[in-house]
């Protein structure tokens, strides 16, 4: 049985990140905004740190909205040397500029150094202890590591769930995801899923 490297999961999930139809993909990404804005409800965070999604990636246009119409300090990263993120206080989804790998930050904004309550960690693929694989980078390793404290939340769609992943013994993971239910589908009891 061939092995499952995390290049080759990488590379699947891409391709399979291609085929959503777009009017899938508009109700799986409600379907997330809406479990994020409950976690928010439920954990009430006063700083959340979240990405701006790239192309192709769940998008959390409106979830930023929601955190900023709120008045919850919000942060984003920006990609700096390798494997570095800075981070960065949003107050205008209108005032962003291009970063490296397709990445998007605001212009001219802030430095956060502060505490972090929540944060929303990016990833190709989850499995159902929390680990996940991103792009490749380890610009979340590098970070989660400095904010041991705060609640990691994750979104995906249902292809990017395993139900074991290769992972290196300092990866951090996540302490929850969110996923949508497909065509019942997905009937795991995971501790750290909730089909949506």
């Known amino acids: 049985m061939q092995t499952l490297t995390k290049d080759k999961i990488r590379q699947w999930i891409l391709k399979e990140r291609k085929k959503i139809a777009a009017d899938i993909k508009v109700q799986w990404d409600q379907i997330l905004h809406d479990a994020l804005r409950e976690a928010v409800l439920k954990h009430k965070p006063e700083t959340v740190h979240c990405y701006l999604p790239m192309p192709g990636e769940i998008d959390l246009t409106s979830f930023l909205e929601y955190c900023l119409r709120t008045q919850i300090t919000t942060v984003v990263p920006k990609v700096k040397r390798k494997p570095f993120l800075e981070h960065l206080l949003l107050t205008d989804l209108d005032e962003l500029e291009s970063g490296p790998m397709g990445t998007r930050h605001p212009k001219n904004a802030e ?64 302490d929850h ?17 909730s089909f949506v």
Do not use: T
């Not at 190709?124 to 609640?151: K, S």
């Not at 939340?153 to 139900?163: E, G, I």
């Not at 997905?186 to 750290?192: G, I, Q």
């Open 111 to 174: 430095l956060y150094a502060g505490s972090i309550d929540l944060i929303v960690v990016p990833g190709l693929a989850f499995d159902q202890r929390g680990y996940r694989i991103g792009y490749g980078g380890a610009f979340y390793d590098h970070f989660l590591m400095n904010y041991p404290e705060a609640f990691k939340l994750a979104v995906c769609y249902p292809f990017q769930l395993y139900s074991a992943l290769p992972h290196e013994q300092h990866d951090i993971p996540v």
């Open 177 to 193: 995801i969110f996923c949508p239910q497909y065509k019942n589908k997905l009937k795991f009891d995971w501790e750290k899923v």
